[in-house]
């Protein structure tokens, strides 16, 4: 009994611990810049020490608890309740995050330095981080709900953190746009279970729903993640949101924001266990996304959107495991790939930083001599990122693809993500040939310099995570779910053969373009995966060009301002104006006329009367 | 009823009587007394569901948050008229407090009758100060204009209203509110019905207003002083939306077939008044375009006729009546300084006021309805029962649901984010009393997030 009261009450603590930093900015004084790297960083490294306790009690004694602390309001027979679900998907997720948002806020303490707002943004991260832990121990969908768009909008903020930039504005508004395109399917999915379940608790929504067809709010559940998690159809927006300050990316790409669509299907995915249509609609988007996205990393030259494209495609592989009906394997997925994402962006910050605000990486090169440890960590992250036997990626991403060869579900999606799985190689090869060997490209003056503490530690930090948290979680977690157990020697070894094919066949093509083999270089292949297969392109101009034309054009100026004018009150008008100029007509002011008439006709009148 | 009636009549006397260096300040405090102590209404402890009962006014959980929100923006309507207000002579200054202290009077006496007539006068009676501030107070010329537009088509779809009431006082033998609910329903068929169905409630759906009826409303709003605009926003539409809950109790019969039509178009009104807003240049225009949209998703759930349908407009109307009173007086911080409603005039005044940057985030992110924000608990509530109505609204509520976010960060970025313009020279910094006015507009949001089932209506 008092382990369960250790473990809701350290939960809570936590929660409180970083609320209290926001608390702090009510007091009208103004904070001097210490206050972002003494409040809020020690905040989150405290709540992090915190929910390491629960954890540990879930590890020893398995212990899940949902904890109902207040109703909230209620409409006839339908309540909503502020309540936690500590199971071991939040359990477990907690402290990861936490543990990532500590190292990405100190990195942010050097990397945001100069900004005059550095507090602000320390602030927006931390509410980015509880809007993110609310979703994650939330246990009815209105909370979820709460934390589903806190997310969007702390997102909305922190992308358009330099908004002088047009572009910063744009990716900002671009990433609700896509994610409130997800929100409708969320809307229906929790407007269905309103109706037909008549509760938003999860535990009694999974109950209820055991004989009912599942599809309409499935599809809506699908199409919620499909925005958030930025897969196939409404992924242009995650790219674009590089546009942010490289904390942020390094925030929203690994442990916030994109991770919540995943984890959303995760949570509840005991209701589309048995629901064929809505996991196989899950395989093949997450096939497709993985392979497009990194089809479109393979030419980048943005160091930044390289990473990006590589989230995107690891989401899209987490997708995959949910459609393999693995949700464990994608949770797993999602907490090795916090790690070494959140390093290769917090390491391409340092990169960035160092050479001048540059993000090309054909003006990079040779940086292994200049930033050792960036260097070093670069490489680990893009290891830990292909599936390097033993380091944090492998353990999640061999399970996916193990379980999807050994499945008989569906051969284009298994060849898909092989493809993709391939390209992963290629893409991290890339990158490390071009910002770190050879020789240099960049201007000679640049300020290079990684010897801070506030940047190499927590790099460091991370990339430890990166090189034991796969195993750790993986020697940790109990799977629910029947695993594989055995399979042929060409099967276990498929995920690391095609990596190591990709890197070959990069390997070959790199050569081929410093030999200049070919003077004039074949680029039809290279021109969509580099304008990002003409999505962006089209979409973005056709759609947004059309509403906003039938905006003007109909909802304006046809419908408004003549349709209802002409039929309402200059209608009216119109129609009273020729009456009333025949009855002015007749009415000129002539008295005289007037009075005889009027004279005539009493006479007549009185006559007639009289005869 | 009448521990508020009467100290908001006698406001009038204290306007005239009050030294000139202290008139502001005295009604401003004056009115907030008040509007405390109609706090007191929230108690509820009848078993009928009227409370407060006296022969010809009473309330229940449907008229309590609207009247108190009304006494709620009497302060806040001379908070944000000061500054435009301090230029005028004394006299015109009083005379227009005590308009709007007049239009205060109405609206509680519409709120709170018991009796549909005297409802239906009151509803009329506010007519009148109404189109005195839009027609007196108004800034540019159109302004006789707006107020024309105002009255004729609210006064079109009131007159039928008149006939239908006096026709159900002749058949039903009674008109009083608490009273119609527990009679029998009425045999309704012929033609002559549907028309009697309507009567009831066009002046409502005017009022609302109903898309396709609505031109007089982004006129209005835009020609009328910051004092008009919010009133109109926050508490006049709110008539229609109330109005029609109280009447469609006695259509009952009928306005499952009859309705098709309205719903319809107030769900297709979202996306086109939505779909104009993407395009609107005046600041003001956009704000009131957006109120037809709000209101047409009030208008369909009170029209589905659920408890949940019911519940949401009671929220929908009181969230919106905040916000957009709130957006209101945004606007107008930036008309004072900029002396002009055109956004793209006033851009990146995050960079020279950023503490009302925080109050125009806030009050998108609730126009957008985020969520827990009591806008999203009626948006979902309505939504919900317009789905169990037709599936197929869905598309209709959920593109509304989207294009309401992007015009509304759109208005933020707009005016907030980006470079500064370059004519901006000189901008008055941000006074005090702005910053009050916001924070009394956003303590009753975010302190009904807590407790929203004081807005709750008849399903609490």
Known sequence: MYTTLIFNSTLMTMFIILTAPILTTLNPMKFDKKWAELWVKTAVQLAFFTSLIPLFIYLDQGIETITTNWQWMNTNTFNINISFKFDQYSIVFIPIALYVTWSILEFANWYMHQDPKMNQFFKYLLLFLITMMILVTANNMFQLFIGWEGVGIMSFLLIGWWHGRTNANTAALQAVIYNRVGDIGLTLSMIWFAINLNTWEMQQMFIMSNNIDMTIPLLGLTLAATGKSAQFGLHPWLPAAMEGPTPVSALLHSSTMVVAGIFLLIRLHPLMDNNKLILTTCLCLGALTTLFTAACALTQNDIKKIIAFSTSSQLGLMMVAIGLNQPQLAFLHICTHAFFKAMLFLCSGSIIHSLNDEQDIRKMGGLHNMLPTTSSCTMIGSMALTGMPFLAGFFSKDAIIESLNSSHLNAWALITTLMATSFTAVYSLRIIYLVMMNYPRFQSLSPINENDTKTHNPIKRLAWGSVIAGMMIFLNILPTKSQTMTMPIHMKTAAIMVTILGILTAMELTKLTSTQLKIIPNINLHNPSNMLGYFPNIIHRLLPQTNLYLGQKMATHLTDQTWFEKIGPKGILALQIPTTKMINNSQQGLIKTYLTMFFLTTVLFTTMTMI | MLKILMPTTMLILTTWLTKPAWLWSTMTANSLLV??????????????????????????????????????????????????????????????????????????????????????????????????????????????????????????????????????????????????????????????????WTACLLAFLVKMPLYGVHLWLPKAHVEAPIAGSMVLAAVLLKLGGYGMMRLIMMLTPMTKTLAYPFIILALWGIIMTGSICLRQTDLKSLIAYSSVGHMGLVAAGILTQTPWGFTGATVLMIAHGLTSSALFCLANTNYERTHSRTMILARGMQVILPLMTFWWLMMNLANLALPPSTNLMGELLIITTTFNWSNWTLTMTGLGMLITAIYSLHMFLTTQRGLTTNHIISIEPSHTREHLLMTMHALPMLLLILKPELIWGWSY
Do not use: V
């Open chain 2, 35 to 196: 509007a405390t102590i109609s706090l007191t209404w929230l108690k509820w402890d009848s078993e009928s569901g009227w409370n407060s009962l006296n022969s010809s006014m009473a309330t229940d959980p449907l008229s309590t948050p609207l009247l108190i929100l009304t006494c709620w923006l009497l302060p806040l309507m001379i908070l944000a008229s000061q500054n435009h207000m301090s230029m005028e002579p004394l006299n015109r200054q009083r005379s227009f407090i005590s308009l709007l202290i007049s239009l205060q009077t109405f609206l509680i006496m519409a709120f709170s009758a018991t009796e549909i007539i005297m409802f239906y006068i009151m509803f009329e009676a506010t007519l009148i100060p109404t189109l005195i501030i839009i027609t007196r107070w108004g800034n540019q010329t159109e302004r006789l204009n707006a107020g024309t537009y105002f009255l004729f088509y609210t006064l079109m779809g009131s007159l039928p209203l008149l006939i239908a009431l006096l026709m159900t006082q002749n058949n039903l033998g009674t008109l009083s509110m608490p009273l119609i609910q527990h009679l029998h329903q009425m045999k309704l068929h012929t033609h002559g019905d549907m028309m009697w």
